[in-house]
């Protein structure tokens, strides 16, 4: 998971890659993390993750501010505001042929 901002750079080089290469770019999320909001139902409570795309054309006005991304997504023809600290970012890939970066297990030190 992300915790420097090296990492948050490293992050948003790749999305940025995997938009120009013209593919789907996935989080997954550590659920457990405390400032996570999304809907249960939604959560894979065996992994404690959620995996979500969050391509230009999946979620609507994304924001980045104090180490928190902000957005918003429909979930069950609902839409919900996302609300993912950095620090929860377990990885971030492309749909299309999983290339990607992995953040790490322990985001606390």
């Not at 996570?36 to 939604?42: L, N, Y």
Request: glycine letters at 4%; hydrophobic letters at 35%; aromatic letters at 12%.
């Amino acid at each position: 998971m992300l915790e420097s901002t090296d990492n948050a750079r490293k992050f948003y080089q790749i999305y940025s890659d995997i938009i120009k290469a013209s593919k789907t770019p996935y989080i997954i999320i550590d659920t457990n993390h405390y400032a996570f909001s999304v809907p249960e139902s939604k959560i894979d409570h065996v992994k404690d993750e959620i995996t979500l795309s969050i391509h230009t054309a999946a979620i609507r006005g994304a924001h980045y501010q104090n180490n928190t991304l902000k957005f918003h997504a429909t979930f069950d023809k609902i839409s919900t505001e996302v609300i993912v600290p950095i620090t929860a970012f377990k990885a971030l890939y492309a749909k299309e042929d999983g290339i990607g970066i992995e953040f790490g297990e322990d985001n606390s030190h």
